[in-house]
Every structure is written in C-alpha cells, then in structure tokens.
C-alpha cells in the first residue's frame, strides 16, 4: 500500500469526522462513565478553523487513491516566562487515530513519523500526548515508537 502524509484540507472534513467517532468509540467502550459515544469533539465550524490555523496543524495518510486512512491532529504550546517551566516548544498530539480497516498496515506509523519529522523541521523541542489506560493498543503502539511516560494522571472514583 503506497501511504503519503498531508496536511488536512477542508474536503477532508466528512472522513475525520468518521475518524474522530471511531477514537470517541474506543473511549467509551474503555471507559462508558466519562465518554458518552458515539459522539465527535469538534464541529464542523471548529474543524475548518483549526485545519486554518498553523499552531493546531492536523495530518492526513491517504492511499494511493487520495482516500484518508487516518489523522493526527497537533497543537503548538510554550510556556513562556513560566517561574518553574522552561520555554521550550512542544508539539502536542491531540488526536491520532487509525481506521479500524486499515490498522496493521502502518498507517499509524507513517502519520507518528511525519509528525516527528514535522517537528524537527519547525525545531520543536518535544512531542507529547495523552493516551487513555483504558486504550492498551493505542499505549503499546507509543512505546512501540519510543515515546515514554512523562507524567502519570490518576484517579479516584467516589
């Protein structure tokens, strides 16, 4: 299968949104007391504006038919002037998602090393994310890339 990263256009829309409901879908199946299903986090009003913003890029494989595989919406953050953070520039991962048809034939790979080559190139320096415990697949892919835990979240349920 012939994979080619770019940036998502606003033709790209319907698709992720389809994406987006699938990651919603993991999530609540994982955990159904936080996430309500199937639902998607962004408008398509949102959608457009944050595809115009170059500190929210978002990335789409597509096949060699032009069809989008999956996405990884990214976010720019700094601290600056923080008293106790340094200013570094990170690159956020906000959403990455495969669709459940073509995972297994390195989609996920191909948008996560675009994304690492992307922020490399504007010199970021670090990429981060936060991936559900309740998602195993999504957390032994990450490893899978090199990334390690950088801060825990917990909970306690009352």
């Known amino acids: 299968m012939d994979l080619r990263v770019r940036r998502a256009e606003k033709g790209d ?12 879908m993991v999530h609540h199946n994982g955990r159904p007391d936080i ?3 199937p639902a998607t986090k962004y408008s398509e009003d949102e959608l457009c504006a944050i595809l115009k913003d170059d500190l929210t890029p978002v990335f789409v494989c597509v096949d060699e038919s ?3 595989l999956g996405h990884a919406f990214c976010i720019h953050k700094q ?3 923080n008293s106790v953070l340094t200013d570094i ?10 669709d459940a048809k073509a995972r297994g034939k ?5 948008l996560f090393d675009y994304v690492i080559s992307y922020a490399r190139e504007h010199e970021y320096y670090n990429v981060t994310l936060n991936v ?3 998602n195993a697949s999504a957390v032994k892919f990450y490893e ?3 990334m390690t835990p950088q801060k825990i979240g917990m909970e306690k349920i009352l």
């Open 13 to 24: 829309i319907p698709r992720i949104t389809e994406l987006l409901v699938q990651v919603d």
């Open 79 to 81: 601290e600056k002037n």
């Open 132 to 134: 559900w415990s309740c």
């Open 106 to 110: 390195h989609v996920g790979k191909t």
């Open 144 to 146: 899978a890339m090199g």
């Open 66 to 68: 032009g069809g989008v």
């Open 89 to 98: 520039r990170t690159l956020y991962i906000d959403d990455i998602c495969v």
């Open 35 to 37: 996430f309500k299903g």
